[in-house]
């Protein structure tokens, strides 16, 4: 029986030998202990072959007439012994009498005919009217010894004298482990109709269980009872659980050592100077490293608060920031950017609230058609057309959200910017990382518009409870094994990807502030590596960024660097509704001439059938707007120019955009 085995999984039973005499011995070793487990269902086939091998063993020496006579009287006896207990109403007379009846009929036709095609005709007929019979004994039998086992173990430990129920399959096993997995199961209420052969490994053990049939019995069932059969297990180190290749089939595996305890596992430094290239980001138990494919597609980062999510946006950032050929922008939904403000050296943009994240995604908008144009004027060797963007185009562009669900929430009108980009934009060379603690439905735009399905890495960080493993990892994974909630240090994840489909615990990097610093600083002065102590202070008067180079091939797809734009705010520094902003900006460019209702509606900033009198009242209310006499019998409305603080736009090639490209 195949039992998947985690990659991280060492076997450390006794080395077995390779010669054809030791492959032999396994071979029969393996043999007999399938038969061994299956001895109760063999039985009648092993009967039933044995009687006719013993007629052609018969057969073979001779037959004389005095054994026609004693098979015949054979078949009278049993047949006499069937209508018996047909006659008094005994089912075990009326088995043993049919049993017996094909038996020795099978034996005397192996005995007249030897080896023949009428002895084995016979010997398959009462081999399958032996299990029509034995198979419901065996059944009922069964069901009677689990629940006398279940009544047992509910009231006492099993003691090792329980007579001839210790020797029956459910109760015991060939080591220690199975023995006791069995009794767990047997005291959870769900006996264990067989368990393959343990294996044991450098982290602990792992077996497969076939459970009874049954919806009372399925694994799904026994896996919401972990910590109960954990408990019943009795055993040290931790358990988990997940779904067969079949309905009734449970892995069951039980980590003893753990070798990715302890505080953290210290980053080892920038790996990679591609975003092409496998980024590393933690390491499995096996000392292997995790690596991400960020050219595969979009990366959902996703876990509870304080499970390290923070760690391994850092690591993937501070590998990021060491490849040539890739722009990083960045949406930081804490205000101030306090996660993602140490790169803002190594950062094209960096939105750090709703307005200028907002901004952040029209442009990778923009630019995704851009870029798009360009690769339809391309063609490749054999003259077809270039629909994947390569280095060779032009750098990549890698968008980092912290915080996605918070942005979803203050801007609910970016999800569809953001959905357009996760369909489409990876032909382009772009690549979106998303990072949320708190997963949710409305956290990837809600129904009709949900992203997760784009994400097509997800690295699972540990989660409080089980409700939003499926949410982050996938439907059904919860029963496939990607057991989030049972991560129990910050850092350790599950990583779903192209390369890596089945469930393995890992644990990110651990990436301290000083190495943060320490690789913004080197990879934004174009290789100046800091030694400790206060960096050098920047130049008083930067030069405005050079124009990114076009890409090969000429035309310019790729845009430049984004410019976010001030955001429009009133004398007292609140921000202008986007509705008024239209009629404020009206005010200010009239200037002392001041403007009216009626020139503000042919102006098409209002109709006849709404009003701005609410929001020019309120103006004049605070000071920043006053009434200076009529105009074609309309009040007249200017700005006050004690109170007035320009809401115009910042200009686009203003020298403090060129050299911050950064509004906060």
């Not at 007439?65 to 009278?76: E, M």
């Amino acid at each position: 029986m195949f039992i998947p085995r985690d990659p991280s999984d060492h076997v450390t039973s006794p080395v077995e030998k390779t010669s054809a005499h030791g492959r032999t011995r396994r071979m029969t070793a393996a043999v007999c202990g399938w038969c061994g487990r299956l001895r109760y269902e063999l039985a009648p086939a092993a009967v039933s072959m044995g009687m006719t091998c013993l007629g052609w063993l018969h057969h073979a020496v001779g037959v004389d007439p005095s054994a026609y006579v004693g098979y015949a009287l054979g078949a009278v006896a049993s047949a006499g012994l069937t209508w018996g207990g047909l006659k008094f109403k005994s089912g075990v007379a009326t088995s043993l009498g049919v049993a017996s009846t094909g038996t020795v009929i099978n034996t005397a036709i192996g005995a007249v005919t030897g080896p023949s095609v009428p002895s084995l005709i016979a010997g398959g007929v009462v081999t399958i009217a032996s299990y029509a019979v034995y198979v419901p004994w065996l059944v009922k039998t069964r069901h009677e010894r689990f629940n006398l086992q279940i009544k047992a173990a509910k009231t006492a430990p099993l003691p090792d004298g329980m007579g001839i129920n210790i020797g029956q399959g459910g109760v015991t096993g060939d080591t220690e482990e199975e023995t006791a997995l069995r009794r767990a199961l047997v005291a959870l209420g769900v006996p264990a109709v067989d368990v393959s052969r343990i294996v044991f490994t450098d982290t602990g053990w792992y077996a497969m269980v076939t459970l009874p049939p049954g919806k009372n019995t399925s694994a799904q069932v026994v896996i919401a009872k972990r910590q109960q059969l954990q408990a019943n297990l009795d055993l040290p180190g931790r358990l988990r659980l997940t779904e067969g290749p079949q309905a009734n089939q449970l892995i069951v595996r039980l980590q003893t050592t753990d070798p990715l305890a302890g505080d953290g596992i210290p980053w080892p430094g920038v790996r990679v100077d591609s975003v092409e290239q496998p980024i590393p980001i933690g390491i499995y138990p096996d000392g292997s490293e995790i690596l991400i494919d960020l050219v595969d597609g979009h990366i959902l980062i996703a876990g509870g608060t304080n499970k390290g999510k923070s760690g391994a946006v850092n690591v993937l950032a501070a590998n990021l920031v060491a490849c040539d050929d890739v722009d990083l922008a960045g949406i930081d939904m804490k205000p101030g950017a306090l996660e993602l403000g140490p790169w803002q050296p190594n950062m094209v943009a960096l939105a750090d609230d709703a307005d200028t994240a907002r901004q952040v995604l029209v442009w990778l908008k923009s630019e995704m058609h851009r870029r798009g144009k360009y690769l339809a004027t391309l063609r490749g060797p054999n003259g077809e057309r270039v629909k994947k963007w390569t280095r060779k185009h032009g750098k990549y562009i890698v968008l980092i959200i912290d915080e996605l669900a918070e942005l979803l929430r203050q801007a609910p009108d970016v999800v569809s910017e953001l959905m357009t980009l996760m369909q489409v934009s990876r032909a382009m060379g772009i690549r979106i990382v998303a990072a949320t603690q708190s997963p949710s439905e409305q956290a990837f735009g809600g129904k009709g518009t949900d992203t997760r399905q784009q994400f097509g890495t997800r690295i699972g960080l540990p989660v409080n409870e089980p409700t939003p493993i499926n949410m982050i990892m996938g439907t059904g994974a919860y029963g496939k094994g990607w057991r989030l909630d049972e991560l129990d240090l910050p850092g350790k994840t599950m990583v779903s990807s192209e390369r890596y489909v089945e469930p393995n615990e890992g644990r990110c990097y651990w990436i301290d502030e000083q190495q943060i610093l320490k690789t913004s600083l080197r990879f934004a002065t174009g290789g100046y590596d800091t030694p400790a102590g206060p960096p050098p202070p920047p130049d008083p008067d930067p030069d405005p960024d050079p124009t990114p180079p076009s890409p090969p091939g000429g035309g310019g797809p790729r845009g430049g660097r984004p410019v976010l734009r001030a955001v429009p705010m009133y004398p007292d520094g609140s921000r202008i509704e986007e509705n008024r902003l239209e009629m404020w900006r009206a005010l200010e460019k009239a200037g002392p001439e001041g403007l009216t209702k009626g020139e503000a509606v042919r102006m098409g900033i209002c109709n006849h059938h709404s009003t701005i009198t609410p929001w020019l009242n309120q103006w004049v209310a605070q000071g920043w707007v006053e009434e200076s006499g009529k105009r074609d019998r309309s009040v007249v409305f200017i700005l006050s120019a004690a109170q007035h603080t320009p809401a115009a736009e910042v200009p686009a090639d203003s020298k403090e955009n060129a050299s911050c490209p950064v509004s906060m």
